[in-house]
């Protein structure tokens, strides 16, 4: 199983940018996904989640900027961040919780992160 972040990048503050994390390999289903990201210097923090019903949970800085959502048919889950600040800089990775087969318990997998830098 892989988890393939992507569209991270430079970006000035006030602009947005659309982080997207697709899963492939052998998955029979994928429970929770999510957003994390560590700044230099600081421990890993929850941005936001996103179960497979479609339940959702922002971490306090992150309402009202950002938006996650997901494709479950395309296992995939995406991070829309809006009104993006200077503090916001930090190396995001994408989190999935699933099953590789019915029979095996459910085990949580990472992306390899994907840098966001936002200047001043």
Avoid: H
Avoid at 41 to 47: D, N, S, T
């Amino acid at each position: 199983v892989q988890l393939q972040a992507s569209g991270g990048g430079l970006v000035q503050a006030g602009g947005s940018l659309r982080l997207s994390c697709a899963a492939s390999g052998s998955i029979f289903r994928i429970n929770d996904m999510g957003w994390y990201r560590q700044a230099p210097g600081k421990q890993r923090e929850l941005v936001a989640a996103i179960t497979s019903g479609g339940s959702i949970n922002y971490a306090d800085y992150s309402k009202g900027r950002f938006t996650i959502s997901r494709d479950n048919a395309k296992n995939t889950v995406y991070l829309q961040m809006n009104s993006l600040k200077p503090e916001d800089t930090a190396v995001y990775y994408c989190n999935a919780d699933l099953l590789r087969s019915r029979w095996e318990p459910p085990q949580g997998y990472w992306g390899q992160g994907t840098q966001v830098t936002v200047s001043s």
